[in-house]
């Protein structure tokens, strides 16, 4: 007989990734305002030098701001997420020693584009978010996020018609880049797209206190360039999981 899952003794860890503008902290703003009557919340943002992304939050006043913390990263969004997460790591871990215990702890990467993927050292389940401003054709460029996340998350739907977006269709092409994997259209002013995000967040939690939700790692970044700061020929490189990534401290 093989072993039952055994419950976690912590918070679910869940990442938020996706490219600049797509509407990560007002997604995690809408989940705030949804879920923090029912769990125990806690928010970690990503950014490269400011606390914009936790200030906005606090701002919004969906969690006590003592619950909403920032990690500067210094350095390209994803080497904090992915390559060495150890000050996110931390991060959590000191708010569930000030806070605890937790319900869900949501990490925000910081923008980055469609190669960004959370390492499952650090998250427990991840979202990708895309937005159909950033035009319809993108869920077919693919990537590991958009293939491979727990979610993919097509916001912004409301503004589908004025961007010229088939919504419908965009939904539909990011279900089959995904073999099927759930997709939600969201737009925070419509309460039954809330309701599917919120649903899902319910149902991951759900399987991992009782231990059947088991962490995937959407596989490694692509190779990706990144300009030379004295204006030499830019440079294509990949980076390992744990090893130091070979731009660390120069943003993106």
Same mark, same amino acid.
């Given at each position: ?83 060495? &997460? ?34 499952? !050292?650090?998250?427990? !389940? ?6 159909? !401003? ?31 977006? #088939? ?15 759930? &997709?939600? %259209?969201?737009?925070? =002013?419509?309460? %039954? ?9 319910? #149902? ?32 294509? =490189?990949?980076?390992? =999981? ?11």
């Amino acid at each position: 007989m093989p072993d039952k899952p055994t419950a976690p003794a912590r918070a679910m860890r869940l990442g938020v990734a996706g490219p600049v503008g797509t509407g990560k902290s007002s997604l995690i703003a809408t989940l705030c305002r949804a879920l923090s009557g029912e769990l125990r919340l806690g928010v970690i943002t990503n950014d490269i030098y400011t606390d914009e992304d936790a200030r906005f939050l606090k701002s919004a006043g969906v969690l006590d701001p003592e619950r909403i913390r920032p990690v500067e990263t210094g350095a390209c969004p994803h080497t904090a997420i992915r390559d060495d &997460v150890t000050a996110n790591l931390l991060a959590v871990e000191d708010m569930e020693a000030d806070f605890g215990p937790l319900d869900l702890v949501v990490i925000e990467s910081g923008g980055d584009n469609l190669t960004a993927t959370f390492s499952p !050292a650090l998250v427990d !389940a991840q979202l990708f978010v895309l937005d159909v !401003a950033g035009g319809g054709d993108v869920v077919r460029k693919g990537g590991p996020g958009i293939a491979r996340a727990d979610l993919l998350v097509i916001n912004k739907t409301d503004l589908g018609e004025h961007v010229g977006v #088939d919504v419908e269709r965009m939904t539909r092409e990011g279900r089959e880049a995904r073999g099927g994997s759930p &997709v939600i %259209a969201l737009s925070r =002013h419509d309460e %039954a797209s809330v309701r599917s995000l919120t649903g899902w967040v319910r #149902d991951t939690l759900a399987r991992y206190r009782t231990g059947e939700h088991t962490p995937v790692d959407p596989g490694p970044m692509a190779p990706h360039f990144h300009p030379d700061p004295h204006g030499e020929e830019a440079h294509p =490189h990949n980076h390992a =999981h744990g090893q130091e990534p070979e731009h660390a401290g120069q943003p993106t």
